[in-house]
Structures are given as C-alpha cells and as structure tokens.
Antibody, heavy 123, light 108 residues
C-alpha cells in the first residue's frame, strides 16, 4: 500500500525556519517525481515545488523561490522541504504528492497524497 | 502562467442528479488536465487524469472530457459521498502546475 506521511509542521514566528519531511512507503520511491502542494486555511490548492526522481530537475513556485528548498533522500525514502524566511502568507497545510507521469507514460498528475502537515506562521 | 477557471464556484444538487463542472484554461493545454476531489479535512484524491482517464478505484459515475481550453467533469448520478470540493489542474506548461479555484458541491 502506498503511503506518504508528512511531519515537521508547527507554529513558527515570521522570519523563522521549518523543515518538513515526507516519509514514503509501499512503492519504489527512487523512481518517482515528488511534489509539495499547500492549502491555506479555507483556500484552494497551490503547487509549491517539485523534484525529479534523481533530483536532476527542481522547480519552485515564484511565491517561495529563494526561500524554500526541496530535496530528497532516496536511500531513506524521504522527501523534504526546507522553509526559511517564513511569512504569514505561508500559513497552510502542506501536502506531499507523488507524480507517476514519468512511470506510466502519461501526463504529470498527483496520484497519491499524504495527510498533510499544518504550518502556522504567526508572532 | 496558465490560469484555470472553474464554473460554477459552488453548486447545490440532490442525490441521483447528474452534475457537470466546467474548467477553462487561459490557453490551450491539449489534454493535460486532471481532476481531484477533496473532502473537508482530507487530502485531495485523484479522480481523472489526462482529461478523460479514470483513476484506478474511482467509480465509473465519474467521467471527464474536453481538450484544448474547455473541459468538463461529470458525475452521472450523485451519491451522498460525492459532496465535496472539486479541483481541476493543468500540467501542460510547467512550472508552475496550476489549479482551478475549486467547485464546492453541496447537498440541496
């Protein structure tokens, strides 16, 4: 069974840092691109960042570029999001999501999602 | 960036109704369109990918169609568990992946 479990969320002051983790199991993690998607309270979904299977390709939303860093450790089946210089507008539930697009020869899409971890940026 | 616009933003319907949600892209995205369902407090769930391919395990009452700029998600006969928020997502021109603003489907 595919499982994605996020952790590391919490309350942080503006300007602070936080590192999110996503532990993957039930599939060959090293074969899949992975993503972070966030959802502010009562709002819609916003893609944050993506990383290819071997970390060769990394992309960020303009809203987090220069402040957030995505990484992965395929030996540990884990995805990370280092968040620095946090702002109030970064407050959201952060989801990790798997993209099988390169595996099943179809378009990019997110077929499995974690349960999310809440990040609250407030003084 | 490609903008995705869903309509309606909210919709009231009854169990057994046929429901259609529309998603329009600001430019052509071929068939690079996915649909997700989200229930309160839960993660989104993939329903349809590549505009019309049904994700494994998703009931056949869900279907998707369209290409270019205009897409639809249809639920042929609403069930109680279908009341949720639905999002479209384009993955044609990335980054960034972009989502529609969501359509909230409520019980009438």
């Amino acid at each position: 069974e595919v499982q994605l479990v996020e952790s590391g969320g919490g309350l942080v002051k503006p300007g602070g840092s936080l590192r999110l983790s996503c532990a993957a199991s039930g599939f060959t993690f090293s074969s899949y691109s992975m993503n972070w998607v966030r959802q502010a309270p009562g709002k819609g979904l916003e893609w944050v960042s993506s990383i290819s299977s071997s970390s060769s390709y990394i992309y960020y939303a303009d809203s987090v570029k220069g402040r957030f860093t995505i990484s992965r450790d395929n030996a540990k089946n884990s995805l990370y999001l280092q968040m620095n210089s946090l702002r109030a507008e970064d407050t959201a539930v952060y989801y990790c999501a798997r993209d099988p697009g390169g595996i099943v020869a179809t378009i990019p899409h997110f077929d499995y999602w974690g349960q999310g971890t809440l990040v609250t940026v407030s003084s | 960036d490609i903008q995705m616009t869903q309509s309606p933003s909210s919709l009231s319907a009854s169990v057994g109704d046929r429901v259609t949600i529309t998603c329009r892209a600001s430019q052509s995205i071929s068939s690079y369109l996915n649909w997700y369902q989200q229930k309160p407090g839960k993660a989104p769930k993939l329903l349809i990918y590549a505009a019309s391919s049904l994700q494994s395990g998703v009931p056949s009452r869900f279907s998707g169609s369209g290409s270019g700029t205009d897409f639809t998600l249809t639920i042929s006969s609403l069930q109680p568990e279908d009341f949720a928020t639905y999002y479209c997502q384009q993955s044609y021109s990335t980054p960034p992946v972009t989502f529609g603003q969501g359509t909230r489907l409520e019980i009438k």
